[in-house]
Antibody, heavy 116, light 113 residues
Protein backbone atom coordinates (compact mmCIF):
# COMPACT_ATOMS: atom_id res chain seq x y z
CA UNK A 1 0.00 0.00 0.00
CA UNK A 2 1.33 3.39 -1.00
CA UNK A 3 1.76 5.71 1.97
CA UNK A 4 2.94 9.30 2.11
CA UNK A 5 3.32 10.81 5.57
CA UNK A 6 4.18 14.47 5.95
CA UNK A 7 5.71 16.06 9.02
CA UNK A 8 7.38 19.26 10.09
CA UNK A 9 4.51 21.71 9.92
CA UNK A 10 3.74 24.18 12.66
CA UNK A 11 3.51 27.82 13.64
CA UNK A 12 6.29 30.12 12.47
CA UNK A 13 6.70 33.87 12.42
CA UNK A 14 6.89 35.82 9.16
CA UNK A 15 10.43 35.69 7.82
CA UNK A 16 11.09 32.39 9.53
CA UNK A 17 12.04 28.99 8.17
CA UNK A 18 10.61 25.51 8.29
CA UNK A 19 11.53 22.15 6.78
CA UNK A 20 8.82 19.74 5.75
CA UNK A 21 9.47 16.04 5.33
CA UNK A 22 7.53 13.30 3.59
CA UNK A 23 8.17 9.65 4.34
CA UNK A 24 7.19 7.40 1.46
CA UNK A 25 6.51 3.68 1.55
CA UNK A 26 4.79 0.96 -0.44
CA UNK A 27 6.49 1.75 -3.75
CA UNK A 28 9.92 2.23 -5.27
CA UNK A 29 10.46 5.86 -4.34
CA UNK A 30 13.37 6.42 -6.72
CA UNK A 31 11.15 5.55 -9.72
CA UNK A 32 8.80 8.51 -9.29
CA UNK A 33 8.59 12.25 -9.77
CA UNK A 34 7.39 13.80 -6.52
CA UNK A 35 5.47 17.01 -5.89
CA UNK A 36 4.40 19.34 -3.14
CA UNK A 37 0.91 20.81 -3.44
CA UNK A 38 -0.55 23.26 -0.94
CA UNK A 39 -3.98 24.49 0.04
CA UNK A 40 -4.56 27.69 1.97
CA UNK A 41 -7.43 27.55 4.49
CA UNK A 42 -10.74 27.54 2.64
CA UNK A 43 -8.98 27.98 -0.70
CA UNK A 44 -8.10 25.88 -3.73
CA UNK A 45 -5.15 23.70 -4.60
CA UNK A 46 -1.82 25.14 -5.68
CA UNK A 47 1.09 23.17 -7.04
CA UNK A 48 4.29 24.29 -5.29
CA UNK A 49 7.26 22.24 -6.51
CA UNK A 50 8.26 19.16 -8.50
CA UNK A 51 11.41 17.07 -8.33
CA UNK A 52 12.54 14.50 -10.83
CA UNK A 53 13.23 10.90 -9.86
CA UNK A 54 16.98 11.42 -9.42
CA UNK A 55 16.68 14.98 -8.12
CA UNK A 56 18.38 16.42 -11.20
CA UNK A 57 15.49 18.67 -12.16
CA UNK A 58 13.33 20.84 -9.93
CA UNK A 59 10.48 23.19 -10.73
CA UNK A 60 8.74 25.79 -8.60
CA UNK A 61 5.72 28.03 -8.75
CA UNK A 62 6.83 31.65 -9.17
CA UNK A 63 5.64 32.72 -5.73
CA UNK A 64 8.13 30.45 -3.93
CA UNK A 65 11.15 30.66 -6.24
CA UNK A 66 14.25 31.69 -4.33
CA UNK A 67 12.61 30.93 -0.97
CA UNK A 68 11.70 27.22 -1.13
CA UNK A 69 13.93 24.30 -2.05
CA UNK A 70 12.65 20.82 -2.84
CA UNK A 71 14.97 17.86 -2.34
CA UNK A 72 14.86 14.12 -1.89
CA UNK A 73 16.87 11.31 -0.38
CA UNK A 74 16.16 8.15 -2.34
CA UNK A 75 18.12 6.03 0.12
CA UNK A 76 15.75 7.17 2.89
CA UNK A 77 12.59 7.22 0.73
CA UNK A 78 12.05 10.79 1.75
CA UNK A 79 10.99 14.05 0.15
CA UNK A 80 11.71 17.45 1.67
CA UNK A 81 10.66 21.06 1.31
CA UNK A 82 12.94 23.64 2.88
CA UNK A 83 11.08 26.91 3.28
CA UNK A 84 12.77 30.25 4.06
CA UNK A 85 11.51 33.83 4.30
CA UNK A 86 8.04 32.57 5.03
CA UNK A 87 5.14 34.93 4.46
CA UNK A 88 1.62 35.03 5.84
CA UNK A 89 0.30 33.92 2.46
CA UNK A 90 2.37 30.70 2.69
CA UNK A 91 -0.07 29.54 5.36
CA UNK A 92 -1.54 26.30 4.04
CA UNK A 93 -1.80 22.56 4.33
CA UNK A 94 1.14 21.14 2.41
CA UNK A 95 0.57 17.82 0.67
CA UNK A 96 3.24 15.43 -0.50
CA UNK A 97 2.14 13.72 -3.71
CA UNK A 98 3.47 11.04 -6.01
CA UNK A 99 3.63 10.94 -9.74
CA UNK A 100 4.59 12.84 -12.81
CA UNK A 101 1.19 13.21 -14.42
CA UNK A 102 -2.13 12.76 -12.63
CA UNK A 103 -1.89 12.63 -8.82
CA UNK A 104 -3.11 9.29 -7.62
CA UNK A 105 -1.52 9.35 -4.19
CA UNK A 106 -1.65 12.17 -1.63
CA UNK A 107 -0.47 12.36 1.95
CA UNK A 108 -2.82 13.66 4.64
CA UNK A 109 -0.97 16.96 4.68
CA UNK A 110 0.85 19.04 7.26
CA UNK A 111 -0.33 22.49 8.30
CA UNK A 112 2.04 25.42 8.10
CA UNK A 113 0.84 28.58 9.82
CA UNK A 114 2.80 31.79 9.31
CA UNK A 115 1.70 34.37 11.83
CA UNK A 116 3.12 36.82 14.34
CA UNK B 1 1.72 29.45 -17.79
CA UNK B 2 -1.53 27.62 -18.38
CA UNK B 3 -4.48 29.06 -16.46
CA UNK B 4 -7.37 26.74 -15.65
CA UNK B 5 -10.80 28.28 -15.18
CA UNK B 6 -13.74 26.30 -13.88
CA UNK B 7 -17.43 27.14 -14.11
CA UNK B 8 -19.56 27.53 -12.19
CA UNK B 9 -17.87 28.33 -8.86
CA UNK B 10 -20.74 26.59 -7.07
CA UNK B 11 -23.58 24.38 -8.12
CA UNK B 12 -26.70 23.00 -6.41
CA UNK B 13 -28.32 19.94 -7.95
CA UNK B 14 -31.19 17.74 -6.79
CA UNK B 15 -30.52 14.15 -5.82
CA UNK B 16 -30.70 11.90 -8.85
CA UNK B 17 -30.21 14.75 -11.29
CA UNK B 18 -27.23 15.45 -13.55
CA UNK B 19 -24.40 17.71 -12.46
CA UNK B 20 -22.04 19.29 -15.00
CA UNK B 21 -18.81 21.12 -14.21
CA UNK B 22 -16.77 22.86 -16.88
CA UNK B 23 -13.06 23.52 -17.09
CA UNK B 24 -11.32 25.70 -19.63
CA UNK B 25 -7.57 25.95 -20.16
CA UNK B 26 -5.86 29.09 -21.46
CA UNK B 27 -4.04 26.97 -24.04
CA UNK B 28 -4.52 23.52 -25.41
CA UNK B 29 -3.50 20.60 -23.20
CA UNK B 30 -3.79 18.15 -26.08
CA UNK B 31 -0.38 16.68 -26.91
CA UNK B 32 -0.43 16.02 -30.65
CA UNK B 33 2.20 13.28 -30.70
CA UNK B 34 0.07 10.90 -28.64
CA UNK B 35 -3.35 12.56 -29.04
CA UNK B 36 -3.75 12.68 -25.27
CA UNK B 37 -5.32 15.43 -23.21
CA UNK B 38 -3.20 16.09 -20.13
CA UNK B 39 -6.08 16.81 -17.79
CA UNK B 40 -7.37 15.28 -14.56
CA UNK B 41 -10.36 15.77 -12.26
CA UNK B 42 -10.32 15.47 -8.46
CA UNK B 43 -12.93 15.35 -5.73
CA UNK B 44 -12.19 16.81 -2.31
CA UNK B 45 -14.34 16.39 0.78
CA UNK B 46 -13.79 18.47 3.95
CA UNK B 47 -10.75 17.49 5.96
CA UNK B 48 -9.50 15.06 3.31
CA UNK B 49 -6.89 15.24 0.56
CA UNK B 50 -8.22 15.29 -2.99
CA UNK B 51 -9.16 12.03 -4.66
CA UNK B 52 -8.39 11.31 -8.30
CA UNK B 53 -11.55 10.70 -10.34
CA UNK B 54 -10.60 11.07 -14.00
CA UNK B 55 -7.28 11.29 -15.88
CA UNK B 56 -6.33 11.75 -19.52
CA UNK B 57 -9.56 13.79 -19.58
CA UNK B 58 -11.85 10.77 -19.81
CA UNK B 59 -10.28 7.71 -18.15
CA UNK B 60 -12.07 6.85 -14.92
CA UNK B 61 -9.85 5.90 -12.01
CA UNK B 62 -10.27 2.39 -10.67
CA UNK B 63 -13.03 2.21 -8.07
CA UNK B 64 -14.72 5.45 -9.12
CA UNK B 65 -18.45 4.95 -9.75
CA UNK B 66 -19.47 5.00 -13.40
CA UNK B 67 -21.84 7.91 -12.79
CA UNK B 68 -18.68 10.05 -13.04
CA UNK B 69 -17.46 10.77 -16.56
CA UNK B 70 -15.07 13.18 -18.21
CA UNK B 71 -15.14 14.59 -21.70
CA UNK B 72 -13.65 17.28 -23.88
CA UNK B 73 -10.45 17.99 -25.73
CA UNK B 74 -7.99 20.78 -26.37
CA UNK B 75 -9.10 23.62 -24.12
CA UNK B 76 -12.63 22.70 -23.04
CA UNK B 77 -13.48 19.89 -20.66
CA UNK B 78 -16.46 18.67 -18.68
CA UNK B 79 -16.97 16.52 -15.61
CA UNK B 80 -20.43 14.99 -15.50
CA UNK B 81 -22.13 13.21 -12.63
CA UNK B 82 -25.06 11.46 -14.24
CA UNK B 83 -27.20 10.94 -11.15
CA UNK B 84 -26.17 12.92 -8.09
CA UNK B 85 -25.83 11.00 -4.83
CA UNK B 86 -25.58 12.53 -1.37
CA UNK B 87 -21.97 11.37 -1.03
CA UNK B 88 -20.99 13.40 -4.10
CA UNK B 89 -21.21 16.66 -2.15
CA UNK B 90 -17.65 17.98 -2.42
CA UNK B 91 -15.40 20.45 -4.17
CA UNK B 92 -14.21 19.38 -7.60
CA UNK B 93 -10.97 20.49 -9.26
CA UNK B 94 -9.55 20.10 -12.73
CA UNK B 95 -5.78 20.04 -13.23
CA UNK B 96 -3.58 20.21 -16.28
CA UNK B 97 -0.31 18.32 -16.40
CA UNK B 98 0.68 19.41 -19.90
CA UNK B 99 3.42 21.74 -18.64
CA UNK B 100 5.68 21.59 -15.62
CA UNK B 101 3.50 23.88 -13.53
CA UNK B 102 0.57 21.43 -13.32
CA UNK B 103 -1.95 24.14 -12.49
CA UNK B 104 -5.36 23.56 -10.95
CA UNK B 105 -8.71 25.20 -11.54
CA UNK B 106 -10.14 27.26 -8.70
CA UNK B 107 -12.62 24.56 -7.72
CA UNK B 108 -16.38 24.05 -8.01
CA UNK B 109 -18.43 23.46 -4.88
CA UNK B 110 -21.21 20.96 -5.46
CA UNK B 111 -24.18 20.89 -3.10
CA UNK B 112 -27.58 19.27 -2.89
CA UNK B 113 -30.57 21.40 -3.88
Amino acid sequence: EVQLVESGGGLVQPGGSLRLSCAASGFTFSDYFMRWVRQAPGKGLEWVANIKEDGSEKYYVDSVKGRFTVSRDNAKNSLYLQMHSLRVDDTAVYYCTRGGWEIRYWGQGTLVTVSS
Amino acid sequence: DIVMTQSPDSLAVSLGERATINCKSSQSVLYSSNNANYLAWYQQKPGQPPKLLIYWASTRESGVPDRFSGSGSGTDFTLTISSLQAEDVAVYYCQQYYDTLHSFGQGTKLEIK
